[in-house]
């Protein structure tokens, strides 16, 4: 952590008075997993002394590392469900060793902003909220606000991998495979107007049978004007996503000459929409060495 490093609404500092954790760092803990998780999120580098400087802004100073640091991430990962009510999901830490062998070094804790709030602390019965570079505790209207708060949908992409067989012909081995390829609800609310436009590197494409075989796909697709534009699929109010389910869109097949796919990655360029939620862009690949560690059995 370069000095000089200055707190501030997604970054704190604390120092480590013990690694089985002190009631000062439990209550520290506590009071981070509350105030990120009922603002924009944010990290705590646990093994960092940053005092307030002449002008009144905590700014890291000294390095501290923590003896026992792997106890204390323990103690961390144990307490995350412990210390706030309701829980926070999607909570993670992780060691930066300074000394493996001695066990010494930094924690990190990432706290990221939470859709199914307020969250209160356990250890003081305190609903409290980052603003700028502190932890504030909540006013009246502030938790109300949470509580009514409009929970919004959260789309994914869904990929799952079926009829993975390694095949043989001629001596030469090859991945039979199917991809089934559709948007998962990660939110808390539904997913209406779904939308997901995607392109699919070659030598791989959208299997022509849709997920059954008879043309039949999850959403229905949107046409497209040029012929090497993504393959898009969006649907009106009659189909949602409910929070926590998947919906299956389509699948995606090697081509039929085999020697055009062995060992080329997937690689899967997407775009997905839907109301109430920002517009996801992003790629995902898949390595062919992956799909081959899962073949059941050889033909």
């Keep these: 952590m370069h000095e000089k490093e200055q707190e501030n609404l997604h970054l704190e500092f604390k120092t480590v008075g013990s690694?089985?954790?002190k009631r000062e760092d439990r209550e520290n803990f506590a009071k981070a997993l509350s105030?990120?998780?009922n603002a924009n999120g944010g990290l705590v580098v646990w093994g960092i002394d940053a005092p307030r400087n002449d002008a009144q802004v905590n700014c890291a100073k000294d390095s501290k590392p923590i003896d026992g640091v792997s106890r204390f991430l323990s103690k961390l990962e144990s307490l995350t469900g412990q210390f706030v009510d309701p829980q926070v999901r999607g909570v993670r830490h992780r060691v930066v060793y300074v000394d493996e062998k001695a066990d010494k070094g930094f924690a990190v804790s990432l706290i990221p902003e939470s859709e199914t709030g307020p969250h209160m602390s356990a250890l003081d019965s305190r609903y409290w909220v980052r603003s700028g570079d502190s932890f504030y505790?909540?006013?009246?209207?502030?938790?109300?606000?949470?509580?009514?708060?409009k929970r919004k949908p959260r789309l994914?992409?869904?990929?799952?991998?079926s009829r993975?067989?390694?095949?043989r012909v001629h001596g030469e081995e090859y991945v039979s495979f199917e991809l089934i390829i559709g948007l998962a609800n990660e939110g808390t609310g539904l997913a209406k107007y779904p939308y997901l436009s995607l392109l699919i590197h070659v030598p791989y494409v959208v299997s022509s049978g849709g997920l059954d075989g008879w043309n039949h796909e999850g959403l229905p697709r949107i046409p497209k004007g040029?012929?090497?534009?993504p393959v898009t699929w969006g649907a009106g109010a009659d189909i949602v996503i409910h929070p926590g389910a998947i919906l299956e869109i389509t699948k995606l097949k090697p081509p039929v000459d085999r020697s055009r796919y062995v060992g080329k990655?997937?690689?899967?360029e997407y775009e997905i929409r839907?109301?109430?939620m920002q517009t996801v862009r992003d790629k995902k690949v898949i390595r062919y060495s992956d799909i081959l560690d899962k073949t059941p059995h050889v033909k």
């Design 19 to 21: 690694a089985s954790m």
């Design 35 to 37: 105030g990120f998780s």
């Design 137 to 149: 505790r909540m006013t009246h209207s502030q938790v109300s606000d949470r509580f009514f708060r």
């Design 156 to 161: 994914g992409l869904y990929t799952e991998l």
């Design 164 to 167: 993975v067989e390694l095949m």
């Design 226 to 229: 040029r012929q090497r534009a």
């Design 265 to 268: 990655d997937i690689v899967l």
């Design 274 to 276: 839907a109301e109430d």
